[in-house]
């Protein structure tokens, strides 16, 4: 072939394969694909026994659902120092787990209830530089490893060995923070998260100031870059909309605890109604993917 129409030849198939590979990118779906949620209804939430979190329990079958507030802690538990819950989460096998924290101290408690009923607490002293905080948990689907956060702005979710779960697990040991999430964006004031699938997480979030997303309490999608284990692993945080804030009271909201009922597709979240609204129109909202 002639040295002219060899050129024109390459010059021909590196054109289509730029078109080619354009068309393939075009059609390439994004790395992270974020969920709409839409309100479908609401119900009252008391603020004594509704307040701080909530969660569907699959184990045994018709459970009801559970929620935590002050009035749900017990005497024996609030009388050692105990005195916060936080949002709490269930096993896809029916263990049942609370968050603790107190006033002041080195360390934060888990309490969990087996499918036969029987409690446990399990233990875990703070490692250097973590909050003394315990706002929530998230049981990750295969059962084995278990998300916790802390309060205030935070680049971090911490990964524990899900206690009564995981083989590791003694209520007489150290419960250890085994590894990190380390999130690609800041998330403020966390206070709850669920698995909606094996690597993403939705979360709830309390921020009052609205800088680091353009809106106040948000709705947040955390996607993981693996399933959560021994080993870091990231995570990519989208802000996915402004969780709902009606009251007959004005004033400042406090957003609490997220559920997502993989058996409904159904997620709910805690809104308390500022000042004496609390105690009559406070609400666990219901959202649906629209």
């Not at 909530?54 to 749900?72: K, M, Q, W």
């Not at 278990?146 to 003694?170: I, K």
């Not at 009559?280 to 993917?289: A, G, M």
């Amino acid at each position: 072939m002639p040295l002219r129409a060899r050129q024109r030849c390459h010059a021909l198939l590196t054109g289509l394969v730029a078109l080619a590979s354009a068309a393939v990118l075009s059609t390439a779906p994004p790395a992270f694909a974020a969920d709409t949620w839409t309100e479908a209804g609401s119900d009252r939430a008391d603020p004594l026994t509704e307040s701080q979190g909530l969660t569907s329990v699959e184990v045994p079958a018709n459970s009801p659902n559970r929620y935590t507030g002050i009035g749900t802690i017990p005497a024996s538990v609030s009388s050692r120092g105990w005195n916060h819950v936080g949002d709490p989460d269930a096993s896809y096998d029916g263990y049942y787990i609370e968050p603790y924290q107190a006033d002041s101290g080195t360390a934060k408690m888990f309490r969990v209830q087996a499918p036969g009923g029987a409690w446990s607490e399990y233990v875990h002293t703070l490692s250097s530089g973590e909050a003394l905080n315990n706002s929530w948990v998230a049981v990750a689907p295969g059962g084995q490893w278990m998300l916790a956060g802390e309060w205030g702005t935070m680049n971090r979710l911490l990964v524990f060995p899900t206690p009564g779960v995981n083989p590791s697990t003694s209520p007489s040991a150290n419960l250890p923070q085994t590894s990190t999430v380390r999130l690609d964006h800041a998330v403020r004031d966390v206070q709850g998260c669920d698995f909606s699938g094996p690597t993403t997480l939705l979360c709830s979030s309390d921020d009052p100031d609205g800088t680091l997303f353009g809106m106040t309490k948000p709705l947040l999608q955390i996607d993981l870059s693996a399933q959560p284990g021994s080993s870091d692993v990231t995570g990519h945080v989208t802000a996915l909309r402004q969780l709902p804030l009606r009251s007959g009271c004005s004033g400042s909201f406090e957003t609490e605890g997220v559920d997502y009922d993989r058996r409904t597709g159904t997620l709910r979240v805690i809104v308390l109604s500022p000042g004496f609204c609390i105690l009559t129109d406070s609400k666990t909202y219901r959202l649906t993917r629209s």
